[in-house]
């Protein structure tokens, strides 16, 4: 008689975690400020209200803005973000000070606050570690921070191959 062969994999209770499916979906563009400036080294407020009346705002519907400025020692207003803000918000997803790799692990971050550590209370967690996107750092910190308090253990990498990295102390 034949031997039957067991997913031990699947018998053990892991659950995986996938962030990439917590990756955002939209698009994410910067806006910036450098390209109103006076001579790419001042805002000169008159100017830069003109310039903003004259842009189609259209452009930026539905995806997430990161808003920054890129001119290295210009003189830009704080107050000068707020009116970008004023209006980017009623057509973009999403808004938010930074460059795009900022803005991605801001996104990141929000989305996984979805999941609720008390979910995995006692579970035994791996977060995946190769995905088709790259997953930034941050989203690792942040399921970290979810499931630390909770988890009984959580690893890193494919159920059949782990790298520990947490485990609750009887």
């Not at 452009?59 to 000068?80: D, E, F, H, M």
């Amino acid at each position: 008689m034949q031997e039957q062969i067991v997913n031990k994999i699947a018998e053990s209770g892991l659950i995986t975690l996938d962030l990439e499916e917590y990756y955002p979906k939209e698009e994410i563009v910067v806006f910036d400020i450098k390209d109103h400036l006076f001579m790419g080294m001042m805002l000169k407020e008159k100017d830069f209200r003109a310039s903003l009346q004259g842009l189609d705002w259209e452009v930026y519907r539905g995806k997430n803005v990161a808003v920054t400025c890129s001119a290295q020692g210009a003189i830009v207003p704080l107050w000068s973000y707020m009116l970008v803000t004023t209006y980017l918000q009623p057509v973009a997803k999403y808004v938010a000070y930074g460059d795009a790799k900022s803005l991605l692990n801001t996104l990141f971050v929000k989305n996984l606050s979805v999941l609720k550590g008390e979910d995995y209370t006692d579970k035994r967690i791996v977060v995946k570690g190769c995905a088709d996107v790259q997953v930034p750092e941050a989203a690792y910190l942040e399921i970290t921070n979810i499931l630390r308090p909770f988890a009984k253990s959580i690893m890193y990498g494919e159920p059949c191959s782990t790298v520990p990295i947490f485990k609750k102390k009887p």
